[in-house]
Protein backbone atom coordinates (compact mmCIF):
# COMPACT_ATOMS: atom_id res chain seq x y z
CA UNK A 1 0.00 0.00 0.00
CA UNK A 2 1.16 3.88 -0.49
CA UNK A 3 -0.06 5.75 1.74
CA UNK A 4 1.97 8.53 2.47
CA UNK A 5 0.27 9.44 6.08
CA UNK A 6 -2.54 8.24 8.24
CA UNK A 7 -4.37 11.81 7.00
CA UNK A 8 -4.04 10.00 3.44
CA UNK A 9 -5.42 6.82 5.29
CA UNK A 10 -8.52 8.80 6.67
CA UNK A 11 -9.31 10.29 3.18
CA UNK A 12 -9.85 6.96 1.90
CA UNK A 13 -12.51 5.43 4.91
CA UNK A 14 -14.09 9.32 4.33
CA UNK A 15 -14.64 8.38 0.82
CA UNK A 16 -16.17 5.16 1.46
CA UNK A 17 -17.97 5.23 4.80
CA UNK A 18 -20.72 7.69 4.39
CA UNK A 19 -21.23 7.92 8.07
CA UNK A 20 -18.19 9.61 8.72
CA UNK A 21 -17.55 11.50 5.08
CA UNK A 22 -18.04 14.43 7.30
CA UNK A 23 -15.52 13.96 9.84
CA UNK A 24 -12.02 15.61 8.09
CA UNK A 25 -8.69 16.00 10.09
CA UNK A 26 -9.20 19.95 10.17
CA UNK A 27 -12.46 19.35 12.00
CA UNK A 28 -11.01 17.08 14.52
CA UNK A 29 -7.74 19.01 14.84
CA UNK A 30 -9.14 20.85 18.05
CA UNK A 31 -12.37 18.13 19.11
CA UNK A 32 -13.28 15.07 18.56
CA UNK A 33 -16.64 14.29 16.36
CA UNK A 34 -19.05 11.15 16.72
CA UNK A 35 -20.11 9.21 13.77
CA UNK A 36 -22.59 9.24 12.03
CA UNK A 37 -21.54 12.55 10.89
CA UNK A 38 -22.43 12.38 6.56
CA UNK A 39 -21.06 15.78 5.48
CA UNK A 40 -19.17 18.56 6.75
CA UNK A 41 -21.88 20.58 7.78
CA UNK A 42 -22.99 17.81 10.09
CA UNK A 43 -22.19 18.34 13.90
CA UNK A 44 -21.35 14.78 14.59
CA UNK A 45 -23.86 12.62 16.46
CA UNK A 46 -23.81 12.95 20.24
CA UNK A 47 -25.29 9.40 20.61
CA UNK A 48 -26.78 6.43 18.40
CA UNK A 49 -30.39 5.50 18.28
CA UNK A 50 -31.72 7.96 21.14
CA UNK A 51 -35.16 8.24 19.39
CA UNK A 52 -35.10 4.34 19.14
CA UNK A 53 -35.04 5.34 15.11
CA UNK A 54 -32.44 2.53 13.33
CA UNK A 55 -31.34 3.36 9.77
CA UNK A 56 -32.44 -0.50 9.35
CA UNK A 57 -35.72 -0.51 11.48
CA UNK A 58 -35.04 -3.96 13.10
CA UNK A 59 -32.79 -2.88 16.30
CA UNK A 60 -35.11 -3.58 19.61
CA UNK A 61 -33.78 -2.90 22.85
CA UNK A 62 -34.37 -5.48 26.16
CA UNK A 63 -33.38 -5.23 29.40
CA UNK A 64 -30.45 -7.54 30.21
CA UNK A 65 -30.75 -9.29 33.71
CA UNK A 66 -27.45 -9.49 35.44
CA UNK A 67 -26.51 -13.39 36.71
CA UNK A 68 -23.54 -14.13 38.70
CA UNK A 69 -21.10 -16.68 36.40
CA UNK A 70 -20.89 -20.01 36.70
CA UNK A 71 -18.65 -20.18 38.75
CA UNK A 72 -18.04 -17.39 41.33
CA UNK A 73 -15.47 -17.05 43.97
CA UNK A 74 -15.68 -18.86 47.19
CA UNK A 75 -13.59 -19.69 50.57
CA UNK A 76 -11.25 -22.45 49.00
CA UNK A 77 -10.91 -20.17 45.57
CA UNK A 78 -11.28 -16.55 46.39
CA UNK A 79 -10.07 -14.67 43.30
CA UNK A 80 -12.42 -14.51 40.01
CA UNK A 81 -10.04 -14.76 37.38
CA UNK A 82 -10.90 -13.01 33.81
CA UNK A 83 -9.19 -13.51 30.70
CA UNK A 84 -8.71 -11.62 27.43
CA UNK A 85 -5.83 -10.56 24.86
CA UNK A 86 -2.77 -8.49 25.74
CA UNK A 87 -2.23 -5.52 22.68
CA UNK A 88 1.01 -6.60 21.48
CA UNK A 89 -0.12 -10.46 20.63
CA UNK A 90 -2.67 -11.97 18.85
CA UNK A 91 -4.89 -15.39 19.74
CA UNK A 92 -2.53 -18.09 20.71
CA UNK A 93 0.28 -16.24 19.36
CA UNK A 94 1.26 -18.77 16.93
CA UNK A 95 2.50 -15.47 14.70
CA UNK A 96 3.07 -12.99 16.94
CA UNK A 97 5.13 -14.78 19.28
CA UNK A 98 7.60 -16.05 16.65
CA UNK A 99 7.76 -11.62 15.54
CA UNK A 100 11.02 -10.33 18.01
CA UNK A 101 9.64 -7.08 18.40
CA UNK A 102 6.24 -8.06 20.26
CA UNK A 103 8.36 -11.10 22.32
CA UNK A 104 10.55 -7.83 23.51
CA UNK A 105 7.47 -5.79 24.73
CA UNK A 106 5.83 -8.78 26.09
CA UNK A 107 7.86 -12.14 26.40
CA UNK A 108 5.92 -13.98 28.51
CA UNK A 109 2.84 -14.33 30.05
CA UNK A 110 1.80 -12.36 33.47
CA UNK A 111 -0.81 -13.14 35.76
CA UNK A 112 -2.30 -9.19 36.90
CA UNK A 113 -2.64 -8.98 40.60
CA UNK A 114 -4.25 -5.94 42.90
CA UNK A 115 -1.11 -5.24 45.20
CA UNK A 116 -3.21 -5.36 48.27
CA UNK A 117 -4.25 -8.86 47.02
CA UNK A 118 -0.45 -9.46 46.39
CA UNK A 119 0.37 -8.14 50.22
CA UNK A 120 -1.82 -10.31 51.70
CA UNK A 121 -0.38 -13.52 50.44
CA UNK A 122 3.27 -11.95 50.36
CA UNK A 123 3.79 -11.87 47.01
CA UNK A 124 6.00 -9.62 44.97
CA UNK A 125 6.20 -7.73 41.61
CA UNK A 126 7.85 -10.83 39.23
CA UNK A 127 7.54 -13.94 41.69
CA UNK A 128 6.16 -16.87 40.01
CA UNK A 129 2.96 -17.94 41.61
CA UNK A 130 0.79 -20.74 40.51
CA UNK A 131 -2.57 -19.73 39.71
CA UNK A 132 -5.01 -23.02 40.71
CA UNK A 133 -8.69 -23.53 39.75
CA UNK A 134 -10.77 -26.88 39.54
CA UNK A 135 -9.92 -27.70 36.45
CA UNK A 136 -5.87 -27.06 36.26
CA UNK A 137 -2.80 -25.20 37.36
CA UNK A 138 -0.39 -22.81 35.69
CA UNK A 139 2.59 -21.32 36.80
CA UNK A 140 3.53 -17.38 35.75
CA UNK A 141 4.89 -14.28 36.54
CA UNK A 142 2.81 -12.08 38.87
CA UNK A 143 2.52 -8.22 37.75
CA UNK A 144 1.34 -6.35 40.74
CA UNK A 145 -1.20 -3.58 39.10
CA UNK A 146 -3.86 -1.46 40.17
CA UNK A 147 -5.54 -2.42 36.52
CA UNK A 148 -7.52 -5.16 37.83
CA UNK A 149 -9.79 -4.53 40.98
CA UNK A 150 -9.38 -6.08 44.54
CA UNK A 151 -9.97 -10.18 43.87
CA UNK A 152 -10.01 -9.97 40.41
CA UNK A 153 -6.99 -11.16 38.23
CA UNK A 154 -6.22 -11.62 34.39
CA UNK A 155 -4.19 -13.78 32.15
CA UNK A 156 -4.82 -13.98 28.42
CA UNK A 157 -4.53 -17.48 26.63
CA UNK A 158 -1.53 -16.56 24.13
CA UNK A 159 1.39 -18.24 25.51
CA UNK A 160 0.93 -22.15 25.31
CA UNK A 161 3.21 -22.27 28.84
CA UNK A 162 1.23 -20.53 30.71
CA UNK A 163 -2.11 -20.52 29.04
CA UNK A 164 -5.26 -19.19 31.03
CA UNK A 165 -7.72 -21.84 29.44
CA UNK A 166 -6.18 -24.22 31.39
CA UNK A 167 -7.93 -22.75 34.43
CA UNK A 168 -11.38 -21.73 32.65
CA UNK A 169 -14.60 -23.95 32.64
CA UNK A 170 -17.04 -24.92 30.13
CA UNK A 171 -20.09 -23.41 31.03
CA UNK A 172 -22.02 -21.88 28.42
CA UNK A 173 -24.29 -18.32 28.95
CA UNK A 174 -27.82 -19.79 28.74
CA UNK A 175 -28.55 -16.70 26.48
CA UNK A 176 -25.68 -16.82 23.76
CA UNK A 177 -25.06 -19.95 23.89
CA UNK A 178 -21.30 -18.56 23.82
CA UNK A 179 -18.90 -20.05 25.96
CA UNK A 180 -18.17 -18.75 29.17
CA UNK A 181 -14.41 -18.15 28.95
CA UNK A 182 -14.31 -15.13 30.47
CA UNK A 183 -14.62 -15.36 34.33
CA UNK A 184 -13.88 -18.50 36.62
CA UNK A 185 -12.83 -18.71 40.46
CA UNK A 186 -9.33 -18.95 40.93
CA UNK A 187 -6.39 -19.08 44.28
CA UNK A 188 -3.28 -18.23 44.29
CA UNK A 189 -0.47 -19.85 45.52
CA UNK A 190 3.61 -19.37 46.14
CA UNK A 191 5.46 -21.21 43.87
Known amino acids: MEYASAEHIWEEIRALSPTMAGITYQRIACQG ?3 PCPDTDHTGTCYLYCDNVFPCGKAKFQPAHWKPAAEVPDE ?9 RRLWHYHTGTQTRRSAGFNEIFPEELIEVHPADAEKLNIKEGDYITAVSRRGKVR ?48 LEKS
Open 76 to 84: EYPFVLTTG
Open 33 to 35: IQW
Open 140 to 187: VKAWLTDRVMPGVCFMTFHFNEACANVLTNNAFDPVTGTAEYKACAIR
